[in-house]
Every structure is written in structure tokens, then in C-alpha cells.
């Protein structure tokens, strides 16, 4: 007994050391910290604001998740995966987070072996985590209470109960937002041409991101850019028996998928997931999956590439917009601070739209904000500031205007 006392303390002891390691090699460098810099630092004595770190591989994911927390004025940081999450949270200390939301599936450290590492920290007892993950099985559920977990929230995240389950964990009210421009959130699309793509439910896929159609589109083009060859990987891997590649790949494209609403593309890439995680699947049942999987990524590609195609030849205004008459002092004051970085060539000025997205709502109508947005993700400072209301003169810019 004794025995085996120590060498299950000893194995503890290995495990602690392993990871202790895998932080000190691969978690980034304090001058250079993982956290998410626009989204500003850590805790600072006093600060009465919520703080919530989020801890998540997937950029579509991150981004979904930034915007909703943001909206309730929450801060957050961003590691994307276990290690750099462990590495914020020691630095951080106990108090610098009110709650961690924890993706389970990640590079290098996944989210169960990054709780069951924190929970042998004391100190952090009382730090509520909160899973996220496609995994909506009970079993999956239950080891995250056992690990430590508090919650659990499935994915795609539904805004509702993603503010729910905060408010139970936080204690802070949190109703739910309107949109940009103080909207209802519509039950359609509302940007020509959303309504046509082809294996994509709009409708759906603005609910996750609380009718901000302005994010959905920069969602839509991300998702093309990253997604774009994801059935051929999985079809490549599959063949080549390299199953737990393929089977993460079909996991990473079930996630994104579903928040954009390519509903049948989240069913293809979900029956393949699962198929590859049996142990004795049926091979050509799993063969067809793979390549229906890979079809319907191809289609859902090209009708997003239509769209985009569409969208960049329609016609810009021959005059921007003029700032309204009754426009708040907060919405002049974004769009001069945003002119000016952008007359500049700033690379701060997508960190800085991003956070006076909601004041610039109430002066662009959603079309041009979308393409304001498409324009910064891209550094094209010209075509972004040539949308922007005409607040103030601007001597530089009169004659191409």
C-alpha cells in the first residue's frame, strides 16, 4: 500500500513537472504576453469591472466570444491553449479573473489537463471554469465537473445562455444586448445577398452573434479564408490513416461551421468526427461522409466567394456619408479618432474600431460598416477612410473625394 502510495505521488509529482516544462517552454515571454492586447491587461487593484479570460484556439471562436463579452463590458484576455492559460493565470494570480472559459479541445494542452493543473493550485479554488465545446454528450459533462469545471456551455454559443450561465458564475445582471444601431436582432438577413448563399442559414448564423451583421460578414470572409481547403485536408488525412488529424480537422470545421449557421456543413463534418472516433467504424460509410464533406465545403466556398465578389464591385458613394446632425459626442469623437489613425496608416486602427464599433453603428448604416470592417481586416486604410462620414475637413483628401 505504501508502495503504491508513492508511486501514485510520484506520477502526481512527474505530470506537475511535465507541464511545469511544457509552460516554461512554450508560453510566451512576459514582455510579450499572450493576452489579448486590445483588449487591455490585467487586473488592476481596483479595477470593479468583470474580467473573464478566455481560453481558445479557434480565431472565428475567439472573435465570437470577444464581441459578446465586450458588449456586457466585460474585459477579456485570450490565451489559445492551456499552456498560455495557466502561464496568464500564475501571473495573473487569483484575483485577476472573475471566471475562465475553457475550450476543451487544443493544441500542445487541452482544457481538461489545463483545469486539472490549476486545481492543484489552491489558491485558485474559487476561480469559476467554464467548459465550451460541440461535445453536448453527458459524459463529457460530467468528467468536466470532476475535473474541477463549474459549467458547461456547448457550442455553437448561443448568446442567451452564454450570459446566463456568466450572470449565475459572476453575479453580474447581464440582459440581452440589442445590436449595433439599437435594432431588434432581425430574423433575416439585412445586407443584400446574405439571404442566397448557398448552404448557409444567415438567419441563424446572426442569432450567434446577436444580429451584429457587421461581424457576421468579417466572420463569413474569415471562415472562407481559413476553412477554404479543410474538406480536402480531412479526405487527405483519412485516406492516408492519419485519423486524429482528420478527426480534428472535422472538429475545428463542425465549431465554425455551426456559428456561422453552414448547418449542413456542421452535420457532415459532426457524422465524420464521430465515425472516426469509432473503433470499428464502417469504412464506406465513413469513405462517403469524407467526400460529402469535402463537396459541400467546395460549394459553400463558392457561393461565399459570389457574395464577396459581389460585394467588392458594387459601386462606392461618390460622396461619403454626412455625419449626422444629432449624432452623439461619442460617435463624432469615434469617427474623428478613427480618421486620424487612419490617415496615419495606424495599425491600431482595427484595435480601436473594434472597440467604438457600437458608437460608429449609430452613424453608418449596417451595409457600410460591414464594408468599413472588411477594409481594416484587411489594412486597406484608404478604401476604409473613403466610407467613413464626412466629420471634419479634411484638406488632404477634398480633391480625390
Not at 476553412?227 to 465554425?256: K, N, P, W
Amino acid at each position: 500500500m505504501v508502495e503504491a502510495a508513492q508511486s501514485s505521488k510520484l506520477g502526481e509529482t512527474q505530470t506537475t513537472l511535465l507541464v511545469d516544462t511544457l509552460v516554461t517552454l512554450f508560453a510566451a515571454p512576459r514582455a510579450s504576453s499572450a493576452r489579448s492586447r486590445r483588449n487591455g491587461k490585467l487586473r488592476e487593484k481596483g479595477d470593479s469591472a468583470a474580467r473573464v479570460l478566455l481560453v481558445e484556439d479557434n480565431q472565428v471562436n475567439q472573435q465570437i466570444a470577444l464581441e459578446l463579452l465586450q458588449a456586457q463590458g466585460i474585459g477579456v484576455d485570450v490565451a489559445a491553449n492551456g499552456i498560455d492559460a495557466l502561464a496568464m493565470l500564475r501571473e495573473g494570480g487569483p484575483q485577476a479573473y472573475d471566471l475562465v472559459l475553457m475550450d476543451l479541445e487544443m493544441p500542445q494542452l487541452d482544457g481538461h489537463a489545463a483545469t486539472v493543473e490549476l486545481r492543484k493550485d489552491a489558491r485558485f479554488d474559487k476561480v469559476p471554469i467554464v467548459a465550451m465545446t460541440a461535445h453536448a454528450l453527458a459524459e463529457i459533462r460530467e468528467r468536466c465537473l470532476r475535473e474541477g469545471m463549474q459549467d458547461y456551455i456547448s457550442k455553437p454559443v448561443e448568446p442567451d445562455k452564454l450570459y446566463a450561465t456568466l450572470a449565475r458564475w459572476i453575479g453580474q445582471a447581464m440582459p440581452p444586448p440589442l445590436p449595433a444601431g439599437g435594432k431588434a436582432v432581425p430574423d433575416g438577413p439585412t445586407l443584400p445577398g446574405l439571404s442566397n448563399l448557398s448552404g448557409i442559414d444567415s438567419a441563424y448564423g446572426l442569432r450567434h452573434v446577436a444580429g451584429n451583421v457587421a461581424l457576421y460578414v468579417q466572420l463569413l470572409d474569415r471562415f472562407r479564408a481559413t476553412q477554404r481547403d479543410a474538406g480536402t485536408e480531412i479526405r487527405a488525412d483519412y485516406q492516408a490513416q492519419r485519423l486524429r488529424q482528420a478527426a480534428a480537422r472535422a472538429h475545428t470545421l463542425r465549431g465554425v461551421a455551426g456559428n456561422i449557421g453552414a448547418r449542413e456543413l456542421q452535420t457532415l463534418a459532426q457524422a465524420v468526427e464521430e465515425g472516426l472516433a469509432l473503433a470499428s467504424p464502417d469504412r464506406g460509410r465513413l469513405a462517403s461522409g469524407v467526400r460529402a464533406l469535402e463537396a459541400a465545403v467546395e460549394a459553400t466556398m463558392a457561393s461565399l466567394d459570389r457574395y464577396f465578389a459581389s460585394a467588392a464591385a458594387a459601386p462606392a458613394p461618390d460622396e461619403p456619408p454626412v455625419l449626422p446632425a444629432d449624432a452623439d459626442g461619442a460617435g463624432r469623437e469615434a469617427v474623428t479618432q478613427l480618421d486620424q489613425l487612419l490617415a496615419e496608416y495606424s495599425g491600431d486602427a482595427l484595435d480601436y474600431f473594434l472597440t467604438v464599433r457600437a458608437h460608429l453603428a449609430g452613424v453608418l448604416d449596417a451595409q457600410r460598416l460591414a464594408r468599413l470592417e472588411q477594409h481594416l481586416s484587411r489594412y486597406e486604410f484608404e478604401e476604409a477612410r473613403q466610407l467613413l462620414p464626412a466629420a471634419t475637413t479634411r484638406p488632404d483628401t477634398v480633391e480625390t473625394r
